[in-house]
């Protein structure tokens, strides 16, 4: 087995679609991650450092979710993978809507 | 033929949630409809006010995943139904998520 370092494909800012954001946004699990996320800096492994009760590929499915539509980066490091909150793009693009969903009381 | 009298069941304010708000919004007609009520202090009936190119019956569908999401708000008038924008609850629940995403270039 090697490294994991192949670069997952993330789009650029501009290529950032709202409905994907909200599609992404809109699932509890989802949501959780975002909550985690944005508490954290450096950005975490998810599966490594969240107890979210699920699977390891339904994580990898809600992780990806999150990553295609432009609210996650994913980088590898060694043999993980490191989500963080792309919360400079979504800032830029749709100011007031990360903080008004991470404001939620449920 | 009689009036459209009957009330449309709303959730209160305390009873939305984030998830369902969320997965509303993230549908292109339906944000759509979201934007035009953004516009529309008094509200409007959206299937003679808006030209969506969607049959009456997906509009109907459409206005009611608002509705129960709590998104919007709709009242019998006549034999319409007005659409509202639920401004006041959202912005309380959610203080910037409704500016956030109606600033969304696309």
Redesign the interface.
């Known amino acids: 087995m090697g490294r994991m370092t192949a670069v997952l494909p993330h789009p650029e800012r501009d290529e950032i679609?709202?409905?994907?954001v909200?599609?992404a946004?809109?699932?509890?699990v989802r949501?959780r991650i975002v909550r985690e996320l944005a508490q954290s800096e450096e950005g975490m492994s998810c599966g490594v450092q969240l107890d979210l009760g699920i699977s390891p590929s339904t994580l990898t499915h809600h992780v990806r979710t999150l990553r295609e539509a432009g609210v996650v980066r994913v980088q590898p490091r060694g043999t993980s993978r490191i989500s963080s909150l792309r919360r400079d793009d979504l800032d830029a693009?749709?100011?007031?809507?990360?903080?008004?969903?991470l404001?939620?009381?449920?």
Do not use: T
């Not at 946004?25 to 509890?28: F, G, V």
């Not at 693009?93 to 969903?101: A, C, M, Q």
């Open positions: 679609r709202i409905e994907a909200l599609h946004l809109a699932d509890p949501l693009l749709y100011p007031g809507l990360l903080d008004g969903i404001a939620a009381p449920r």
